[in-house]
């Protein structure tokens, strides 16, 4: 499946811009990733980015997009392990054949949670979770719904976790 029609949208990835749209339309869309409830994920091609795309788009969508892109954005620069963001856009959904919302981010190759068999190994993996959630709670983050096992990405080339979908987390006020 591809998408196509892509607004023109440059995003500045590790100081070179990108364009989304010569990406989605030169690789296409890649791997389905997952489904969420208000959107689904896929890696662009086999480049190393991956793109969430809404189910629809109205104000509450656009609102929770632009706070997974700030959250993101700054659990990754305070050093929490979490795909490295690069920006919202909009693109034609392969599901409604209409323009919605999405959000760019750099793709993990891993597995969720409820991906990986009970064990010592598992177990391992929710400790790893555990602090990557309590370090985010001490720079000031209510988690939301980090705990949902959907939301932990186990990288085994990396041999580390990334914490993804920032729909309900907040960044406390001080």
Excluded at 79 to 105: C, D, H, L, Q, W
């Amino acid at each position: 499946m591809q998408v196509m029609n892509l607004d023109s949208l440059r995003l500045e990835v590790k100081n070179k811009m990108i364009n989304v749209e010569k990406l989605i339309e030169t690789e296409g869309l890649g791997r389905y990733i997952y489904e969420g409830s208000d959107g689904s994920v896929w890696r662009v091609g086999e480049t190393p980015y991956a793109i969430k795309i809404a189910h629809r788009d109205d104000a509450w969508i656009r609102r929770i997009l632009d706070n997974e892109w700030e959250i993101s954005r700054a659990l990754y620069h305070c050093k929490v392990s979490v795909p490295e963001p690069f920006g919202t856009t909009r693109v034609i959904s392969p599901y409604v054949n209409r323009e919605v919302p999405a959000y760019a981010m750099e793709y993990i190759d891993g597995q969720n949670l409820f991906q990986i068999e009970p064990g010592k190994f598992k177990n391992r993996i929710i400790r790893l979770r555990d602090e990557e959630v309590s370090a985010a709670k001490k720079m000031g983050f209510e988690t939301g719904d980090a705990y949902y096992p959907g939301n932990v990405i186990w990288c085994p080339s990396r041999e580390k976790i990334y914490l993804v979908d920032f729909t309900y987390w907040k960044r406390r006020e001080k």
